[in-house]
């Protein structure tokens, strides 16, 4: 156990920089994992993580005391925990991890979900965590997205990421012109009530930012344009919100 109170030191230095810097988890291929279930989540998928960073006032009983028990871990002074400022609310254990590997290419035949410039991390990572759930594996994100390997879509994503193949920087225009199953976008011109709208064979849903929706490049290579009834007091879902009603409800068809 190593036990670290100095801003100064060069462990704890590298550990900012992973927090605050896409650039920096690019250029190292790793990133940061916070909380016991993405911890394990992870080493379920991938075996051991390469270093684990605990809370020093965490190392007593309790989940994280006894999760680490045994293990060989960094410690760190609480106040340096929270000036990484890796998400607002630190669990108090801390991993450091090589970034996945993607294998292979997206694939043309099988449902996908495509974000178009979704930038807020909380909303990426739950719209994770839902294409996992209801068992779609492959999800293209384009640019301007936010980072999918950064700490605050981990959080969110709560362990999607690691059931998923995750495709950064996509052309997702490209990806619908060799598509070989039915696109689906959610707006409101010319569009049809999720709950009458019909298909057959693979989907790719397409869900995009959360100010202008998604670009009509991609509407035009729809083959569905789907709207969702809100007979209620507001206008719109949150992405995140109205991307778990269309992928539940083409799962509840296919059960």
């Not at 390469?50 to 020093?56: D, G, I, K, R, Y």
């Not at 989940?63 to 293990?71: A, L, P």
């Not at 490209?174 to 989907?203: I, K, M, Q």
């Not at 929706?213 to 969702?228: D, H, K, S, T």
Request: proline share 5%.
């Amino acid at each position: 156990m190593k036990l670290i109170r100095s801003r100064d030191n060069a462990f704890f230095k590298q550990l900012k920089r992973l927090a605050e810097s896409g650039r920096e988890r690019r250029k190292s291929n790793r990133t940061l994992l916070d909380g016991v279930h993405l911890v394990a989540a992870y080493e379920a998928a991938h075996g051991p993580v390469e270093t684990l960073v605990a809370a020093e006032s965490a190392l007593g009983s309790g989940e994280i005391g006894d999760f680490v028990g045994g293990r060989d871990i960094v410690v760190l002074a609480d106040s340096l925990l929270r000036d990484l400022g890796l998400v607002e609310t630190p669990s108090g254990l801390l991993a450091v991890v090589p970034l996945p590997a993607t294998a292979g290419i997206p694939q043309a035949d099988a449902d996908a979900v495509l974000l178009d410039g979704v930038q807020d991390p909380g909303n990426v990572g739950a719209l994770l965590r839902t294409a996992a759930a209801v068992g779609i594996r492959q999800v293209l994100l384009s640019p301007g997205c936010a980072a999918a390997w950064s700490p605050k879509v981990l959080r969110a994503g709560q362990g999607a990421h690691f059931a998923l193949s995750i495709f950064e920087e996509a052309d997702l225009p490209a990806f619908l012109a060799a598509y070989r199953g039915t696109a689906a976008v959610t707006c409101l011109d010319g569009a049809t009530s999720l709950y009458d709208a019909r298909w057959n064979g693979p989907l790719a849903w397409v869900f995009g930012a959360e100010g202008q929706g998604v670009r009509q490049e991609l509407i035009e290579r729809a083959g569905l344009r789907i709207r969702i009834p809100m007979p209620g007091a507001v206008e719109s879902l949150n992405v995140a919100a109205a991307a778990a009603v269309c992928l539940f409800e083409a799962l509840r068809r296919r059960l």
